[in-house]
C-alpha cells in the first residue's frame, strides 16, 4: 500500500511560549525530527502544513529532497484548528492508499509503530487505524484515503475528535510500547522529557550492546 504522511505545524505554540517547530531537539529543529521519524516509518513522501514564521520553517527542511516533501501553507492558522489545516494538507496530498497524520510537535515516534499501523491497515477492512497504548488512542491514526472526501468536508464543532466518530465501527486500533507516542512538546516540561527521551534513543541506536538490552548508561 503507498502511504504518505501528513504533519501539521501552522500554529502559533501558544501554550509553549516558544516557537515549538524550531525548537532544537537533539541538535535538530524539533519539526525535522518529526518529518524524518515518518520517513523512517515507511512514508514515501510528507506533506507540511505551515503557517506562522513559514520562510523559516521552510528553510529548516531544505535538507529534505524536494521529491520527498510538499509544503502547503494554511492562511489562517491563527484563527483555525487542526482540523483546518488537516483540510487544507489533504488538497495537497499526491495519490496514495493511505496517510498518516501527525501534529508536528511529536517527533519521537518509533518507525515500527508506523509499521505496524501499515501491517494493520492492509489486513484490515478497517478504514482508520490507531496505535493504542495502555488501551488508549494516539497519534498517529493512519487514514485511509476513501475517507479524504469526508474528511475535507466535515464542518463540525468538535474537531478531529468528532471527525474519528464518524468512522465508528471502521476503526482498527494497535496495542503498541512506544513512548513517542504519548510525547508532545505543549510544555517547557514536556520538552525536557522529550528531549532527555530522544537523547536515550540515539544513545541506543550508537551503542550496539545498549541497543540489544535495551539500557543505556546515564551516568
Known amino acids: 500500500m503507498h502511504t504518505v504522511g501528513l504533519i501539521v505545524a501552522a ?14 531537539v537533539a541538535g535538530k529543529p524539533l519539526l525535522v525530527h518529526t518529518v524524518g521519524s515518518m520517513l523512517a516509518g515507511g512514508a514515501q513522501s510528507v506533506v507540511v502544513v505551515i503557517g506562522h514564521r513559514g520562510q523559516e520553517v521552510a528553510a529548516a ?16 492558522y491563527a484563527t483555525t484548528d487542526m482540523l483546518a489545516s488537516v483540510q487544507i494538507g489533504l488538497q495537497a496530498m499526491p495519490p496514495c492508499g493511505a496517510f498518516w497524520l501527525l501534529p508536528g510537535d511529536m517527533p519521537a515516534v518509533s518507525p515500527a509503530t508506523f509499521q505496524a499501523l ?3 491497515l492492509q489486513g484490515s477492512p478497517a478504514l482508520l487505524a490507531f496505535p493504542t497504548v495502555d488501551g488508549y488512542r494516539k497519534h498517529p491514526p493512519l487514514v485511509r484515503t476513501a475517507c479524504r472526501q469526508a474528511i475535507g468536508q466535515y464542518g463540525g464543532s468538535e474537531g478531529l475528535r468528532g471527525l474519528w466518530q464518524r468512522f465508528a465501527g471502521r476503526i482498527a486500533e494497535v496495542p503498541v510500547q512506544d513512548p513517542g507516542c504519548l510525547m508532545d512538546a505543549d510544555t ?3 520538552l525536557a522529557a522529550l528531549t532527555a527521551y530522544m537523547h536515550s534513543q540515539a ?16 551516568a
Open 11 to 24: 500554529g502559533l505554540s501558544r501554550r509553549m511560549g516558544a516557537f515549538k517547530p524550531l525548537m532544537p
Open 61 to 76: 527542511l531544505q535538507g529534505f529532497a524536494p521529491a520527498l516533501l510538499t509544503l502547503v501553507e494554511n492562511p489562517h
Open 118 to 120: 501499515s501491517a494493520a
Open 188 to 190: 517547557p516540561e514536556d
Open 203 to 218: 544513545a541506543l541506536r550508537n551503542d550496539p550492546v545498549a541497543y540489544q538490552t535495551g539500557k543505556v548508561d546515564e
